[in-house]
């Protein structure tokens, strides 16, 4: 899911609490990053006063596909009419709890039809297990000791198999925005993790030339 909010504690206190129930999160800081990663995104939680452009620009831009959750302080009645009018799934008035955040993600997530929880896949007839919510992979049935940087990678692989992601999505996924020098950081922890999947790495994890990395075998049925 997408998280767009301006103020940097909230944005990342949000991503926490949501990592905690195993869902992948990216961040976005402005409406301009936001549209970069909307098409990326199965429910955006979506700050309506953002610095570059106005939050209900990119509600518009979600359409009628993405849900969206709405945070905002402004509480008039016209806003609220406004944003549901434009598709909002919920809104949440600033200030709230994360924990009810939470709970309305998860809601939004049932009335749409989504898996309100992270799973258990896995790739290859079972060579390869990622399970979320117990936050651990295994490689033919071994544990693999993963850092926090290479999990982010390799759940964000997984999430979409044979889709490539490129560095900076990536590096989204692991830290946010505010994470410099992503390029390089991203290439080591696929190195580590490489390292770690043995003889089979490099095919498991493929180098797209130019445009980023994908996981590159077959999930399973
Ligand atoms: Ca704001």
Known sequence: MLVVEDERDLRELLRRYLEREAFSVLTAGSGAEALALLSNADLVVLDLGLPDIDGLD???AAGAYIPVIVLTARS???DRIEGLRLGADDYVIKPFSPTELVLRVKAVLRRAGRP???TTRSFQSGRLVI???AHEARFDGEPLPLTVSE???LVALASAPRRVFSRLELANRIHGYEFGGYERSIDSHVKNL???L???GAEMIETITGVGYRLGVQADE
């Open 194 to 196: 490489r390292h770690k």
């Open 131 to 133: 399970d979320e919510e």
């Open 151 to 153: 999990w982010g990678v």
């Open 58 to 60: 990119v509600l518009r």
């Open 116 to 118: 309100v929880s992270g």
């Open 198 to 200: 043995g003889p089979t």
């Open 76 to 78: 008039s009645a016209q």
